[in-house]
């Protein structure tokens, strides 16, 4: 089932006026350029089966059409977007059923990172942890879903990083960025902003317990909403 529809339908208004600033550091590198493409894509402003238009982009976030390419060549390898002979890049386009195999991966992955981490979350973590919720929360009180997402992002990965695991973080890191922009449209539903947020609170409860199954089963709870929003999302649904 092609999404490019939906995305044109769902607009991501607030994302989309907080991330078209231009980020700040050198003007010429190909980190510049991925960044502003990240935040393009995360706020709808290049939706699923659009074409990046290269030229234009690279005017657009002042550099040459040199890092633009190469900042594209590095999303293909992520899969958030495609190449396609003699008509170029376009933002990837999921299926339901990619969402769903992406996100069972995750689940497998994320235990595995979550039981190796836990046993060094000291009370200098946690707080770092905590403090990402609470910045998650603070961004949905005034409904800025660019921010939200960076902090989720903060709190998942402050969590599932400390298990000295290089390669399951990568893996993990590689699905997180394919999804990405459909994680946007599941921070639109102010509801949703607020249940992510209540099931951040759950996660920290089981983390300061130092309970691995509890905090497993708060993780999949959490993924598997998310899941399901974006299956009524991507169905056309509310």
């Not at 689940?107 to 990402?132: C, F, M, Q, T, V």
């Not at 949703?192 to 609170?201: T, W």
């Not at 509890?214 to 909403?225: I, K, M, N």
């Amino acid at each position: 089932m092609s999404v490019a529809a939906v995305g044109g339908r769902r607009a991501h208004a607030a994302a989309a006026a907080a991330l078209q600033t231009t980020p700040t550091g050198p003007q010429t590198t190909p980190q510049h350029a991925l960044e502003a493409l990240r935040r393009a894509i995360v706020a709808g402003e290049l939706r699923p089966g659009q074409r990046i238009a290269q030229e234009q982009f690279a005017e657009r976030v002042g550099v040459s059409i040199a890092p633009v390419r190469e900042a594209l060549r590095m999303l293909e390898q992520e899969g958030q977007v495609v190449y396609r002979p003699r008509r170029g890049y376009f933002v990837r386009e999921l299926r339901i059923e990619d969402l769903e195999e992406i996100y069972e991966l995750r689940r497998l992955l994320e235990e595995r990172a979550a039981r190796a981490a836990l046993p060094g979350i000291d009370a200098l973590a946690l707080a770092s942890i905590r403090r990402a919720a609470d910045d998650c929360a603070q961004a949905a009180s005034r409904g800025d879903v660019a921010v939200q997402l960076e902090a989720n992002r903060r709190f998942h990965f402050a969590i599932l990083d400390g298990g000295a695991q290089p390669h399951t973080m990568r893996l993990i890191r590689m699905l997180w960025e394919s999804t990405e922009p459909y994680r946007a449209m599941y921070y639109n539903s102010a509801a949703e902003r607020r249940r992510s947020n209540a099931a951040h609170q759950r996660i920290l409860r089981s983390l300061k317990a130092g309970d691995a199954d509890q905090l497993v089963a708060e993780l999949d709870a959490h993924r598997r909403r998310a899941l399901e929003v974006l299956r009524r999302v991507l169905a056309g649904g509310s």
